[in-house]
């Protein structure tokens, strides 16, 4: 199961029905908060896809929440290129890196390489 999180309404259905056509289950939180609680009540998640700018809890937070508790493998998507964006994602413990727009098959096979 993935759990992707993103404020943009958009790209939530995006990467839920990429994902889902991929063959994977996928649980959305437009933010932080309500991904931390979706992941505390879904323990089967094994890959947590989030942006780094959201209202509330940001997905800095939100990595630096999830490293204090597992190896979750984390992939970042943001629309921001600022190199100290990816290097602060890295540095907290995001372990890929996709700037928006990305294409589905860039999505997949760093899915696909986190999974495996």
């Known amino acids: 199961m993935i759990l992707a999180v993103d404020d943009e309404p958009h790209i939530r ?3 839920r029905l990429v994902l889902q056509r991929a063959g994977h289950e996928v649980l959305v939180a437009d933010n932080g908060r309500e991904a931390v609680e979706l992941w505390r009540d879904h323990p089967e998640v094994r890959l947590l896809i ?9 997905g800095f ?10 190896n979750l493998p984390i992939l970042v998507l943001t629309a921001s290129g600022e190199e100290q964006f990816e290097i602060e994602a890295r540095q ?21 390489r986190l999974l495996d």
């Open 13 to 15: 259905h995006v990467l």
């Open 50 to 58: 989030t942006d780094l700018v959201m209202p509330g809890m940001s």
């Open 61 to 70: 937070d939100l990595i630096r929440h999830v490293r204090q508790l597992s």
């Open 92 to 112: 907290l413990g995001a372990d890929a890196f996709l700037t928006k727009p990305f294409s589905r098959e860039e999505l997949l096979r760093e899915v696909s």
